[in-house]
């Protein structure tokens, strides 16, 4: 039984670990000496937003089931132009890897010229329009007030984020992740103690709740802008002259709206349908409502790794395809998800035997105008923590695919599958569960992690038709045969 079964498949796993798995091109070491950085990038957004929410629970539970609704809607309506935008990052990657140096100034450039007329469009639409949404989204008129008004004080943190990501994927597209790291970093050492003191009112402030989380959000993102622009401005001249190739090019625009937009639909659609979700949850109660924001605000914990690891993913998929080195290329993914599923097993044990200790960081010092149960919103957060320990591995699995199908410039079929996923069974099913068959919050997130295992299925089979080796995003000779690639590879 032991030689049938198990020895093959402790072969397979000891292949995984390999020191050659650890130290050829696109390997475990290379992979994670790009990711750390981007991973505490994310780490500290991650905290600057479960801070955001502490404080808020601690003020009331009210604002706390306020924020998940309001927040998800600021992103789902600012995704588009964020992510189109952030494919900046690739174009610069696969001038790096080709070494077009001035390639790589010019795109950052533009994608900030991009950045910068979306900022005067959120800027004008934003506020308004997600505020309405928000106050008649059929949650208790004290949550739904409570919601646009945190809504309305972080939209300016879109343009500001828009206008910031370009300067930002200068560094990341050409692997210079600590130095986007240690910006976030401070920009997370900004906004956690102005959270505190708008909140709750220090410094001769008076309290101002949720209104101050959105204001505090909004000063460390113009401060974070400020920081990024000038360590762009104050590269090496002699190395990059980010002075100097400023000039507007319609080319990179055009690259931006060919490549960028499907990747930016892709996420608008996907959580935009997430956005009704979370809003079609509030509908089942108020406990569920909170309970979800809680519960999801404590998986931010688990998802930590997760985007580092995706946009990691994604720059050295876009790098080697600048190379020409589509063998390399293809293994990427594997072994960023292989890093990905260590931590995301590690975590969930921590959720199955310890969730208490994370519910308590959320204990509220006020119950609200609404008078929750915070028995039924305790044992609701259990149940989904549990199914976490599922949908974060499925979550994995997608994300990752994501990052190597864009880094490739593969953005179209995905978004493709994005939109029917989300719209024609996301959608469809959670309606059912709600409003005909009046399900509870435990059957609504089963449903929702059969939705994101469906969607990583049609992922995976994307990236595994080997359609992305043929995209060009920039001009670049052919790649090289395999015997070249083994040739490099020994040499290395």
């Known amino acids: 039984m032991f030689t ?40 500290s957004n991650t905290i600057m937003m479960i801070t955001n929410r502490v404080f808020l629970a601690w003020d009331s539970k009210d604002e706390v089931a306020a924020s998940m609704p309001a927040s998800q809607m600021f992103f ?81 943190c879109a343009g500001l984020i828009c206008m910031e990501t370009p300067f930002l994927s200068f560094f990341t597209g050409r692997g210079k992740t600590r130095i986007v790291a240690g910006i976030k970093i401070l920009g997370c050492l900004i906004s956690v103690p102005l959270n505190y003191i708008f909140v709750f009112g220090k410094l001769g402030l008076p309290p101002m709740g949720i209104l101050g989380a959105g204001f505090a959000s909004t000063i460390a993102s113009l401060c974070s802008l400020c920081i990024s622009v000038s360590c762009f401005l104050l590269v090496d001249q002699k190395e990059y002259e980010t002075r100097r190739h400023k000039r507007f090019h319609v080319e990179y625009i055009r690259k931006l709206l060919c490549f960028g937009t499907p990747a930016g639909f892709q996420t608008f659609l996907r959580n935009a349908a ?75 044990i921590l959720y199955l035997v310890y969730p208490q200790i994370l519910i308590h960081i959320f204990d509220s010092r006020n119950q609200g105008t609404t008078n929750m149960d915070n028995v039924r919103i305790t044992e ?83 990236r595994k038709s080997g359609a992305w080796k043929k995209i060009r995003v920039i001009d670049l000779p052919p790649p090289l045969d395999e015997e070249e690639e083994a040739r490099l590879a020994a040499g290395t």
């Open 4 to 43: 049938k079964w198990i020895l093959p498949v402790w072969r397979v796993f000891a292949g995984y670990f390999s020191k050659r798995q650890f130290y050829e091109p696109g390997g475990y070491v290379e992979i994670w000496n790009i990711a750390w950085p981007l991973i505490i990038l994310n780490a």
């Open 76 to 156: 789902t309506l600012m995704a588009f132009f964020l992510i189109t935008t952030s494919f900046t990052a690739t174009i610069v990657a696969q001038h790096h890897g080709s070494d077009n140096r001035e390639g790589c100034v010019r795109a950052a450039w533009n994608g900030f010229y991009f950045g910068a007329i979306v900022a005067a469009i959120l800027a004008y639409l934003l506020p308004a329009g997600g505020a309405w949404i928000l106050m008649h989204n059929g949650h208790h008129p004290q949550i739904a007030a409570y919601e646009a008004e945190y809504f309305v004080a972080i939209s300016p």
């Open 274 to 348: 997430f956005a009704c979700v979370i809003i079609m949850i509030g509908r089942l109660g108020n406990e569920e409502l909170a309970a979800t924001s809680i519960a999801l605000s404590i998986n931010m914990i688990g998802n930590m790794p997760m985007i580092g690891l995706m946009d990691a993913t994604s720059i050295i998929t876009g790098q080697y395809i600048g190379k020409r080195r589509l063998l390399v290329a293809d293994r990427i993914a594997g072994r960023s998800l292989r890093i990905l599923f260590l931590w995301m097993i590690s975590i969930s």
């Open 380 to 462: 609701y957060i259990i149940m989904i923590l549990r199914l976490a320990v599922v949908f974060n591995l499925l979550d994995a699995t997608r994300f990752i695919t994501m990052g190597s199908l864009r880094g490739a410039g593969d953005t179209f079929v995905p978004l493709l599958i994005g939109l029917g996923t989300s719209w024609l069974i996301q959608i469809p099913g959670t309606v059912y569960l709600v409003y005909a068959a009046h399900a509870s919050v435990g059957t609504v997130w089963a449903f929702i992690t059969f939705y994101i295992a469906t969607d990583a299925f049609f992922m995976l089979w994307r």
